[in-house]
């Protein structure tokens, strides 16, 4: 019942910016804080931004702070993360999730590659 689709991934060179959105679907969208996640090759999953379920306060991990920013659309059940000056090091399959209580499965992603 639960769906989590991402999209808006590509290839991008370095420097440059992407808008990843996740359409969501199943279950109470607006009431949920909601978090982008990201899983480069050989390394763990990890949690890059996380907005809380009415929007008004967000945090991001050290290594994406001051690049990236989440949004949300409660009215149309999406997330946004809106990514500027990339770098070779974001490279990676992006997926979004509840951090609360997060889905057992997980959406496909979408992929990331910053390259020259």
């Known amino acids: 019942q639960v769906q989590l689709v991402e999209s808006g991934g590509g290839l991008v060179q370095p420097g440059g910016s992407l808008r990843l959105s996740c359409a969501a679907s199943?279950?109470?969208?607006?009431?949920?804080?909601m978090g982008w996640y990201r899983q480069a090759p050989g390394l763990e999953r990890e949690l890059v931004a996380h907005?809380?379920?009415?929007?008004?306060?967000?945090n991001y991990a050290d290594s994406v702070k001051g690049r990236f920013t989440i949004s949300r659309d409660n009215a149309k059940k999406t997330v946004y993360l809106e990514m500027n000056s990339l770098k070779t090091e974001d490279t990676a399959v992006y997926y979004c999730?509840?951090?609360?209580?997060?889905?057992?499965?997980w959406g496909q992603g979408t992929q990331v590659t910053v390259s020259s």
């Open positions: 999730n509840r951090p609360s209580t997060p889905f057992a499965s």
């Open positions: 907005i809380t379920s009415g929007g008004s306060t967000k």
């Open positions: 199943g279950f109470g969208f607006s009431n949920y804080g």
